[in-house]
């Protein structure tokens, strides 16, 4: 299976051998525009699909156009031939009559011709033509079917509910149609999870049999849904019910020997392989991980919660209201410290600048697009604007650390199914030691959340069983690193599948270096 797992082994493995590197990320997606992986990113499709409606409905009216003229013609001349039929001889020995019968048959039918041979529609089909490249990719495709898994394996989630719009026991107002569930389980075939692909197929064949079912040029083949349906089947061992499937796909197409073919097959199948039983569905297995996804941990008591005005003058100004989370890691939350007007003008600055996020491969050396990995990022440097400064600056007062050597503001924005598989921020000074020569390593992260999520995209610390649901305007700091500056393994996270809402966190990772003086409430071993 070509599935992305969040076993802790799995991921440990993979994720410490490629370090997150944020200074040097510039580069395009290996040209793909990863459509899914941003929310924001996503607007600009609609407003694409938007456009290209516009067009297919001045085609419907250009075809409208011509066929008003044809008709309101043949009306005319059905008139006149009627005329002439009645009395036909009558109507030739009438000079007039025969004069125009003459002209009309030498002129008017070229005329006919060439105007029928004429295409209509041809700049909209310019159009298209034009905006395809924007359109998205396979990739795309596989991309947000692959997000949709992980939002259903994560937490989860029944497909049947998933494709009537029931998400984590919430109830929307969409529903996938049978073009969307046949294209999640030829995804599912396509990828051998068998198990999958037909629980989506079944959705899109009840989809087919329903009301509302589409029409050409976009309708499905019934036979083909039924087919591929037999053939997930068969793959998992369910030759009976294959032969059912099969059986509805030889009605609904007679004549097809290929479908009449693989039903004999079938029919030979369950004589000669009686004792075999079909293969188990496989769920994914529960970690850590997705009970904190799901919010399962058990409640903490609060260790504290104080305003702290003692550590600047900025904070006996504006006290902040601190939660202390856990002391090892050290983890504190802070509420109300990024008000709405400097989250828009934010989020204003990131919008023209995100790109994919990446992850650096030391193996390849560059940074490089990763499936566990599903946001579009930017950075803004310390002193790009007054809003950054002050940000900056607010940093270094909520946490008491010198941000000087530091890594510039990450704005993030995650998209379809967004998430960050289990990863440490630190780089483990032994392995990279390019990175860290200069500032150290990341000694700790400061993670500001700047939307609400309506559901999912927590920050989860399986560890330590500490899970932080997005509020926006909190931010959350740990520290990355043990006492005598090793990583700190305990700090492994991973931000969680949102399911719905737009995500957006801005952080900073601050370096060790400065701060020889300056570890504040240092209270780990
Ligand atoms: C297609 O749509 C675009 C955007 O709405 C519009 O500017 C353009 O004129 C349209 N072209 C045709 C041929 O309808
Ligand atoms: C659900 O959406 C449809 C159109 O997409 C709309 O006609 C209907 O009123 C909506 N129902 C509710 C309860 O919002
Ligand atoms: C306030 O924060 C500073 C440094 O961050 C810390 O040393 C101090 O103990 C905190 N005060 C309280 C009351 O938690
Ligand atoms: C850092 O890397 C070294 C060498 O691979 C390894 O032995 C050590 O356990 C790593 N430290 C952490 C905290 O992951």
């Given at each position: 299976m070509a599935k992305e797992m969040h076993s802790p082994a799995w991921t440990i493995r993979i994720l410490s051998a490629l370090l997150v590197v944020?200074?040097?990320?510039?580069?395009?997606?290996d040209g793909e525009?990863?459509?899914?992986?941003s929310v924001a990113g996503m607007v600009q499709l609609l407003q694409l699909e938007d456009k290209l409606i516009e067009n297919l409905s001045n085609y419907a009216n250009e075809l409208e156009g011509k066929l008003n003229i044809v008709r309101s013609f043949v009306e005319q001349m059905r008139a006149e031939s009627n005329k002439a039929m009645s009395h036909t001889e009558h109507y030739v020995s009438n000079p007039l009559n025969a004069f125009s019968l003459i002209r009309r048959m030498h002129e008017d039918w070229t005329h006919w011709q060439l105007y029928m041979e004429q295409p209509v529609g041809k700049q909209q089909l310019e159009y298209i033509n034009l905006k395809r490249e924007q359109l998205p990719s396979s990739t795309d495709l596989e991309e947000a079917a692959a997000a949709i898994y992980r939002i259903q394996a994560t937490y989860d989630l029944k497909v049947s509910d998933m494709a009537s719009g029931l998400l984590n026991g919430k109830q929307y107002n969409v529903s996938l149609n049978e073009l969307d569930t046949y294209a999640l389980g030829k995804y599912h075939f396509d990828q051998q999870s068998f198990g999958d692909a037909i629980q989506w197929i079944y959705q899109a064949s009840n989809r087919l049999n329903g009301p509302h079912k589409l029409a050409l040029p976009l309708g499905l083949d019934p036979a083909e849904v039924q087919h591929v349906y037999a053939e997930a089947l068969i793959k998992m061992n369910r030759y009976a019910d294959a032969l059912k499937v099969l059986h509805i796909a030889t009605t609904i197409d007679k004549n097809n020997l290929r479908l009449l073919q693989r039903k004999m097959e079938v029919e030979t199948l369950i004589r000669t392989s009686s004792n075999i039983s079909p293969k188990p569905y496989h769920k994914k297995p529960v970690g850590n991980y997705e009970r904190g996804c799901r919010g399962q941990f058990p409640t903490k008591s609060k260790l504290h919660c104080v305003y702290n005005s003692t550590n600047s003058p900025f904070l006996r100004l504006a006290p902040l209201k601190t939660e202390l989370l856990a002391l090892d890691p050290y983890m504190v939350l802070y509420h109300d410290v990024i008000t709405p007007s400097e989250i828009r003008e934010l989020q204003y600055l990131a919008v023209p600048t995100l790109k994919r996020a990446t992850v650096f491969n030391q193996k390849m050396g560059r940074n490089t697009v990763v499936k566990t990995r599903t946001s579009k990022v930017t950075w803004l440097t310390d002193s790009l604007n007054p809003l950054t400064v002050r940000l900056n600056r607010r940093i270094s007062d909520m946490t008491g650390f010198d941000l000087y050597g530091s890594e510039m503001l990450q704005v993030m924005n995650y998209g379809l199914g967004g998430h960050y598989d289990l990863h440490f921020d630190y780089f483990n000074a032994t392995i990279a030691k390019d990175l860290t020569k200069l500032n150290g390593d990341r000694i700790a992260t400061v993670l500001f959340y700047l939307t609400d999520v309506e559901q999912g995209g927590a920050t989860v610390f399986p560890n330590i069983k500490q899970a932080i649901f997005p509020k926006k305007g909190t931010a959350v700091m740990w520290y990355n690193l043990r006492h005598n500056n090793d990583g700190d393994p305990q700090t492994l996270h991973a931000a969680c599948p949102v399911i719905v809402g737009s995500k957006w966190v801005c952080n900073k990772w601050i370096r060790e270096h400065q701060q020889l003086f300056r570890r504040p409430c240092l209270t780990s071993p």
């Amino acid at each position: 299976m070509a599935k992305e797992m969040h076993s802790p082994a799995w991921t440990i493995r993979i994720l410490s051998a490629l370090l997150v590197v944020g200074m040097a990320s510039g580069q395009e997606a290996d040209g793909e525009q990863s459509h899914s992986t941003s929310v924001a990113g996503m607007v600009q499709l609609l407003q694409l699909e938007d456009k290209l409606i516009e067009n297919l409905s001045n085609y419907a009216n250009e075809l409208e156009g011509k066929l008003n003229i044809v008709r309101s013609f043949v009306e005319q001349m059905r008139a006149e031939s009627n005329k002439a039929m009645s009395h036909t001889e009558h109507y030739v020995s009438n000079p007039l009559n025969a004069f125009s019968l003459i002209r009309r048959m030498h002129e008017d039918w070229t005329h006919w011709q060439l105007y029928m041979e004429q295409p209509v529609g041809k700049q909209q089909l310019e159009y298209i033509n034009l905006k395809r490249e924007q359109l998205p990719s396979s990739t795309d495709l596989e991309e947000a079917a692959a997000a949709i898994y992980r939002i259903q394996a994560t937490y989860d989630l029944k497909v049947s509910d998933m494709a009537s719009g029931l998400l984590n026991g919430k109830q929307y107002n969409v529903s996938l149609n049978e073009l969307d569930t046949y294209a999640l389980g030829k995804y599912h075939f396509d990828q051998q999870s068998f198990g999958d692909a037909i629980q989506w197929i079944y959705q899109a064949s009840n989809r087919l049999n329903g009301p509302h079912k589409l029409a050409l040029p976009l309708g499905l083949d019934p036979a083909e849904v039924q087919h591929v349906y037999a053939e997930a089947l068969i793959k998992m061992n369910r030759y009976a019910d294959a032969l059912k499937v099969l059986h509805i796909a030889t009605t609904i197409d007679k004549n097809n020997l290929r479908l009449l073919q693989r039903k004999m097959e079938v029919e030979t199948l369950i004589r000669t392989s009686s004792n075999i039983s079909p293969k188990p569905y496989h769920k994914k297995p529960v970690g850590n991980y997705e009970r904190g996804c799901r919010g399962q941990f058990p409640t903490k008591s609060k260790l504290h919660c104080v305003y702290n005005s003692t550590n600047s003058p900025f904070l006996r100004l504006a006290p902040l209201k601190t939660e202390l989370l856990a002391l090892d890691p050290y983890m504190v939350l802070y509420h109300d410290v990024i008000t709405p007007s400097e989250i828009r003008e934010l989020q204003y600055l990131a919008v023209p600048t995100l790109k994919r996020a990446t992850v650096f491969n030391q193996k390849m050396g560059r940074n490089t697009v990763v499936k566990t990995r599903t946001s579009k990022v930017t950075w803004l440097t310390d002193s790009l604007n007054p809003l950054t400064v002050r940000l900056n600056r607010r940093i270094s007062d909520m946490t008491g650390f010198d941000l000087y050597g530091s890594e510039m503001l990450q704005v993030m924005n995650y998209g379809l199914g967004g998430h960050y598989d289990l990863h440490f921020d630190y780089f483990n000074a032994t392995i990279a030691k390019d990175l860290t020569k200069l500032n150290g390593d990341r000694i700790a992260t400061v993670l500001f959340y700047l939307t609400d999520v309506e559901q999912g995209g927590a920050t989860v610390f399986p560890n330590i069983k500490q899970a932080i649901f997005p509020k926006k305007g909190t931010a959350v700091m740990w520290y990355n690193l043990r006492h005598n500056n090793d990583g700190d393994p305990q700090t492994l996270h991973a931000a969680c599948p949102v399911i719905v809402g737009s995500k957006w966190v801005c952080n900073k990772w601050i370096r060790e270096h400065q701060q020889l003086f300056r570890r504040p409430c240092l209270t780990s071993p």
